[in-house]
């Protein structure tokens, strides 16, 4: 197929929370067409669904541009679908062929599929694994017959790479979310990981490309630009170029980092506070031999001082946190928890472990004694120190944190509502997950808009404050909770809040505030109405 008119469909099937992003896959794998003079920008499609939309609807879409090549980028979440779209494609058009790249084309590697999943099998033609710019475009022009073909991709040199932003395939849209490549490859060996796989070294993408498409991005109005790299701070000096040139061309575009605490300097930490940001930081769990297990290690001492930094310069950064990992237990998993709620990130996602086709951990699954599904997503369902049970408990406690810690933005005020209690915080949410709202069962019906669940943190906190003895400071404590409660509503969602104050407004406003105990000894009551109201330049409360 070394002709220049080729007709390629891309299919790029999202989760609804990811439906603003374009596909970034197909769209690299389309400009490198471009570039090898397979096809022209007129002959190439990227059709971006959901999950949700119907399988015939779908078809319908794929075939009405009467496609001779058909791409499909594979996720856990959409392998499925893909393989039952593929079948039905095969059957129908033979004469179309079907590729496929993505992190999930692992799955369907013939010896996998005869091994573990014998009643699926696999109609693509051609199954990229790994980078498949280069590959790509020289298997369709020697267009193989062997089917399956299975291409292990070498690391691209990213200098030579089309953009499929400049070469017009994937376009900004005003108001949406964008995911960007600014560097290729990654130095750790996380063992659950697919970056953690063959070449270690780092490739940037030359700056002059860099500088057209922020550009790009910016005239367009994007408004949140996903930085992909797997740690942006990998190399400290260019992550410090890198944000002196986000902050100076970046207009008003947030945006969205992963990095590694131990990398971080005070440089670093004041100048993601100088910028609009949230970072990630992986954290996964505290327990050395844990973590030894799958490819990692840390310093709590250390970690804890790094993300000091980003607490003194008021950066927004979130952890992660993993339960069911090898040589892990229950009980390691809620000294991880404490431990990252310690460092008040602004949130905290708690993930099952995955057992990731492709990665070393696959490889390592029965050394380990993991149990999991064989099917998307591969969640560890147990292993030896966490029993199914354990799982169940790990999982109600990562949904207690989701809502009362980082749903219930909770951050300013959390531990001090803890420290008169003397819990540690997995007890605590441990406590929280038996509130029952009224009519439901347990775990189902949970509210979600953030003063539904403030409702729900001040009864509990109410109930524990009362078994406990401690009625006197709970006055002191739903005035700390209630007053950031109106003030993230006034910031985030431009809600305007009228309060009853047991204390004075500029008492509850204070430092002193956050020792509870203290305030309560040193400070008598004074009732007090207040509004917060959201303003141009930011929340405002007043004494009505």
């Known amino acids: 197929m070394s002709e220049n008119n080729l007709r390629v469909t891309f299919v790029s099937l999202n989760i609804k929370e990811d439906r603003g992003t374009l596909p970034l896959g197909a769209g690299c794998a389309a400009a490198s067409l471009l570039a090898a003079g397979l096809a022209r920008r007129e002959g190439i499609f990227i059709l971006e669904a959901c999950v949700d939309d119907g399988e015939d609807d779908l078809l319908r879409r794929i075939v009405e541009n009467r496609p001779q090549v058909v791409g499909f980028s594979l996720y856990c979440w959409n392998s499925t679908t893909f393989a039952s779209l593929a079948e039905r494609l095969k059957a129908d058009f033979p004469e179309i062929l079907l590729i496929a790249g993505g992190p999930d084309a692992e799955r369907f590697v013939p010896e996998r599929l005869k091994a573990e999943e014998p009643g699926l099998s696999c109609r693509f033609d051609a199954l990229f694994l790994g980078e498949a710019e280069a590959s790509l475009p020289a298997w369709l022009a020697a267009t193989a017959a062997s089917s399956p073909s299975i291409i292990r ?302 409702a729900l943190q001040c009864a509990y906190i109410s109930r524990l404050y009362a078994r406990q003895g401690k009625d006197d400071l709970l006055p002191a404590a739903l005035d700390l909770l209630r007053f950031h409660g109106a003030w993230s509503r006034a910031f985030a969602d431009g809600e305007a809040s009228r309060l009853e104050l047991t204390y004075p407004l500029h008492l509850v406003e204070s430092p002193e505030m956050l020792d509870i105990e203290y305030f309560r000894r040193h400070n008598d009551p004074y009732p007090c109405r207040v509004a917060i109201i959201p303003t141009k330049d930011g929340p405002r409360a007043r004494i009505l």
């Open 153 to 454: 991709a070498k690391p691209c040199d990213a200098s030579s790479l089309s953009s499929p932003w400049l070469e017009g395939i994937l376009e900004p849209r005003r108001g949406g979310a964008v995911a960007w490549e600014l560097t290729r490859g990654c130095p750790f060996r996380c063992t659950y990981c697919y970056e953690g796989r063959g070449f270690s070294g780092l490739r940037h993408f030359p700056a002059e490309r860099l500088e057209k498409e922020l550009e790009l991005f910016t005239r367009s109005g994007v408004k949140e630009v996903f930085v992909l790299d797997p740690t942006f701070n990998t190399q400290g000096k260019r992550a410090m170029s890198l944000l002196k040139f986000f902050a100076e061309k970046g207009g008003d575009i947030d945006w969205y980092f992963e990095i590694r605490a131990e990398l971080l300097d005070r440089a670093q930490a004041e100048a993601f506070a100088a910028i609009p940001c949230s970072l990630q930081i992986g954290l996964q769990s505290v327990r050395p031999e844990v973590l030894k297990n799958i490819g990692r290690q840390m310093d709590r001492k250390k970690f804890a001082s790094k993300i000091g930094l980003l607490n003194q310069t008021g950066a927004v950064f979130g952890l992660d946190l993993i339960y069911g990992l090898p040589g892990d237990s229950l009980s390691g998993f809620r000294e991880s928890l404490d431990f990252a709620l310690s460092l008040m990130p602004n949130h905290l996602d708690i993930f099952p472990l995955a057992v990731l086709p492709g990665t070393t951990l696959y490889g390592q699954s029965r050394e380990f004694v993991l149990e999991f599904d064989s099917q998307p997503p591969y969640l560890v369902k147990s292993q030896p120190g966490f029993s199914s049970g354990d799982m169940d408990a790990a999982a109600r406690l990562a949904r207690a944190c989701g809502t009362f810690y980082t749903k219930g933005r909770a951050v300013p005020w959390f531990l001090s509502i803890l420290k008169p209690l003397r819990m540690s915080p997995s007890a605590f949410l441990a406590g929280f997950d038996t509130m029952e709202p009224r009519g439901k069962t347990r775990g189902e019906g949970l509210p979600s808009g953030h003063a539904a669940i403030e």
